[in-house]
């Protein structure tokens, strides 16, 4: 009984560090809180960064992360949740990618650890202390697990596969043109 409270402390504690931490991040996006730029600053950058259209992407990453880190925080939904913000994380690894892994050279340390984190979590459970135990696991059951974490696999592989052909557009119209 004890490991069982331990562990389920464990996974509130997680939860709330986690979610709490996405839910900032996408706030950032989403509303220009804790120093961010909004979805018009936000949505230009995506752009830039070949997330197109941006302002539509940023909506999007916000709402994977915030809407995604609150619902882990509750508990509540679990598996989609952490779906949620893991595929957008699996966004913001690409754009940092060939940084290299650590946050200090701009890699993709911070977002993987994110996501990582999102998936265990929504792949575990969020245990006793959490919104989806007090509603008898209704949207925390075997088929939300499947179903959460293969839509969100596909559109993050369609979104980076598109965020992929549009920065090598980018980069050949850059290149000089041969006469």
Avoid at 85 to 105: D, E, R
Avoid at 123 to 129: F, N, S
Avoid at 156 to 177: C, F, G, K
């Amino acid at each position: 009984m004890l490991n069982s409270r331990r562990k389920d402390l464990g996974l509130l504690a997680l939860r709330l560090g986690a979610g709490a931490v996405l839910f900032a991040h996408g706030s950032q996006k989403l509303f220009g809180w804790f120093g961010g730029h909004g979805l018009e600053g936000t949505g230009e950058a995506m752009e830039s960064m070949g997330f197109r259209p941006g302002r539509r992407s940023a909506l999007a990453s916000g709402l994977a992360e915030a809407g995604g880190g609150t619902l882990l925080a509750l508990g509540l939904a679990t598996p989609a949740a952490g779906a949620a913000a893991a595929g957008g994380m699996a966004g913001a690894v690409s754009v940092h990618l060939p940084a290299g892994f650590f946050s200090a050279s701009g890699g993709f340390e911070h977002p993987a650890f994110l996501g990582f984190t999102a998936a265990a979590i929504g792949l575990a459970g969020p245990g006793r202390y959490s919104l989806d135990h007090l509603t008898g696991g209704v949207l925390d059951c075997p088929w939300t697990v499947a179903a959460s974490f293969a839509a969100s696999a596909v559109a993050a592989a369609v979104v980076i596969s598109r965020r992929n052909a549009a920065v090598r557009a980018d980069m050949a119209a850059e290149l000089p043109q041969e006469a």
